[in-house]
């Protein structure tokens, strides 16, 4: 086995906002971005690296999980006064126990985020639309399509958690 066999060259495209990162991290620390990829390879395959979990998704799950206890909770509820008074929960009875109860309209966009990290695109958790980009150029319009889209078509403003993730989102290349 030559050199040449023992360390084989590599070659491959990153989009240009990866790049940019990788010329960051090359900063500093006084080296070049071809580098710093290979020590991420190198570490990454040494087992040094460990995938990143979807955090949000994870939280969103708790959360989802969370509600369906609650609704349970709820309906078991609901069925004893049933059955100890043999007439179905007042009104008022029903308004002291549902404010524990998340009961608003449209849950799932509550608890469900609208980024599809798995693609790098936004899919609409009502209608399943999607909205994907190119460029940086295309993803800030698809951002903001996306409002519109909600607006128009839903007739709703976007979720607390949607105008969240899609504040915290930033571009972070093509969707696949
Ligand atoms: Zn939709």
Avoid at 102 to 131: H, W
Avoid at 152 to 160: I, Q
């Amino acid at each position: 086995m030559n050199y040449n066999q023992r360390n084989p060259i590599f070659s491959f495209r990153l989009s240009d906002y990866r790049k940019s990162k990788l010329d960051k991290l090359a900063k500093l620390d006084k080296t070049s971005a071809n580098e710093v990829a290979r020590k991420i390879i190198d570490k990454y395959l040494a087992n040094e690296l460990v995938e990143k979990t979807e955090d949000l998704d994870k939280e969103m799950l708790k959360l989802r999980i969370e509600k369906l206890k609650n609704e349970i909770e709820y309906q078991k509820l609901k069925i004893i006064y049933m059955k100890n008074f043999d007439k179905p929960m007042s009104a008022s009875a029903t308004r002291i126990i549902k404010p524990q109860i998340i009961t608003t309209e449209n849950t799932t966009a509550q608890i469900m985020s609208p980024y599809d990290a798995k693609n790098n695109r936004i899919q609409c958790v009502d209608c399943g639309s999607l909205f994907h980009w190119k460029n940086r150029d295309e993803f800030l319009q698809q951002k903001y399509e996306f409002e519109l889209h909600m607006t128009n078509k839903h007739n709703r403003a976007m979720t607390y958690l949607e105008k969240t993730v899609l504040t915290d989102l930033s571009f972070s290349g093509a969707s696949t």
